[in-house]
């Protein structure tokens, strides 16, 4: 297993090179999903949150884990509903439609909200 110790988030493409360079070795459509639900998370941290996030990457056998920890402390969290028109308000329901499962979870400051794929 490898695993990542909650580093402060960078920004959603730096955010997609460290998942790649942390995933090679498996199969390309894996890693380009991880990088976009990674991505969207981060987003998201950055968008709602005070600027202050960490990002976690777990890499196992059969699974990739990343969680995505924020100041923010709202926990009840699902996908939008949305016009087709929107440009804005899709990342949490690409990660419901893509991830095997995700969450969110209370932390002392804020929340971590996660999200795993099968390998």
Known sequence: MTSSKG???PPPAEAR?????RLEGVAPE???TVE????ELV????LH???VAALVLEVENDRVHVEVHDTDPTLQLAPLRHAPSSVRGRGLAIVDA???VWGVNPRPVGKSVWFELNV
């Open 49 to 51: 949150g005070s600027g």
């Open 98 to 100: 893509l991830a095997t």
């Open 7 to 9: 580093i402060p988030a």
């Open 30 to 32: 894996v890693v380009e």
């Open 36 to 39: 976009l639900l990674t991505s």
């Open 17 to 21: 090179e460290i998942v790649r360079s």
């Open 43 to 46: 987003n998201n941290a950055i």
